[in-house]
């Protein structure tokens, strides 16, 4: 098994055997592979402990305080973050030191640049928090578990609304034509739908607020929490959105020891320094097979703690954002677009038979139905029309239902 140690150093590793071994043991292990004295260690998986100043605050750590206590006891697993503080100094293993400046080589433009591009890790995001509705959360997760077994990536963008004080709400998710394998995601983008699905969004007084995409069980094997090429697709979308809130969420099927198996989400956003990388073209776009998934490629060095680098640890670039859930106003039953079985008349029929007890503004609140029917309704007037209705529940205009009622009736 594989610990991540943060330190003032930044990140490094540390092998275990397994979790059952006591905070005793873990602090020997890293003495021995980091160098740092078991005296001098105080270690915690409260990262607020590389903010203490004092021996007074380092006492007030006290999770990891007893060594006879097994780390197994304290959800501690293969990847799980272990923050350590430490007294003294100590030699990390790096790269050569070339002489620069006066004393030296002469520093180029580019080593100039290299010296402001200094990638730290970004403790605050710019959302507060982001809530998935319940039901569209579902029918994404019990698609890529129950049809697809996790056995290929899946994607998808995230709508909802952001408040004031910067909470994400996500009530739909929409799925563009793709491919998925079991290590690479291709959204088949297609301009026209995006732009209908757009259209919708606004009419129901939301719009586009995240990315969405899963982990195949093949990759849950791996050292990362993401990878190389998710990264750059991430960074991508967020770049693209022009928003400080955008969101990116991750779900993955995590198999414990015992063989159960718990469907999780987690929740970051791209840091500011991974967007202005992106977005001014140091990502090394081009990933070979020999290359380390946990690691991004740049073109030129950045700095990374004290070390001119080409290569950047995943983790750098991703904010943790806190995850909630919530009832939204619309539901997730109408049949997904995008997906393996093709959506027909058939289903608008059926979806309007079981819902014949309710007003004809429950029938339609469900952005997927509304998708399917922008297909045979004008964009500019009727869909507009119909997602006031549904954005403020009221009453649908006769006309609507008939038209709609006459549609399913050719299925």
Known sequence: MLLRIRSRDGLERVTIDNAHITVSQLKTLIQSQLQIPVQNQTISTNQNLLLAKTPADLHKFTDMSNPNTPLSSLNISHGSIIFLSYEGERSIKGPAVQPAGSFGRKMTMDDLI????RVSRQETPHCDSVSFDRDCANAFQHYVNETLAFAVKRGGFMYGTVSDDKKVEVNFIYEPPQQGTEDL???????????T?????AGLGMKKVGFIFTQTIIQNKKDYTLSNREVLQAVEF????????WVTALVKLEVSDDGSAAIHFEAFQMSDMCVRLFKEGWFESEIKEGDDPKLSKMKKD???GVKDVKEVDNDFFLVVIKILDHQGP????FPIENRNTQVTMRALKSHL????????VKWISDFHLLLFLARFLDLNSDIPALTQCVQTQTAVPEGYKLLINSLADTA
């Open 185 to 195: 995601l291709y959204l088949l983008r297609d301009t026209e739908e995006e732009k």
């Open 330 to 333: 619309l539901s997730s039953t």
């Open 114 to 117: 290299a010296k402001q591009m």
């Open 197 to 201: 699905v757009d259209a919708i969004a």
């Open 302 to 304: 950045v700095v990374v």
């Open 353 to 360: 038979d079981r819902a014949q007890s309710l007003p004809l």
């Open 238 to 245: 967020h770049a693209e959105s022009h928003m400080e809130e």
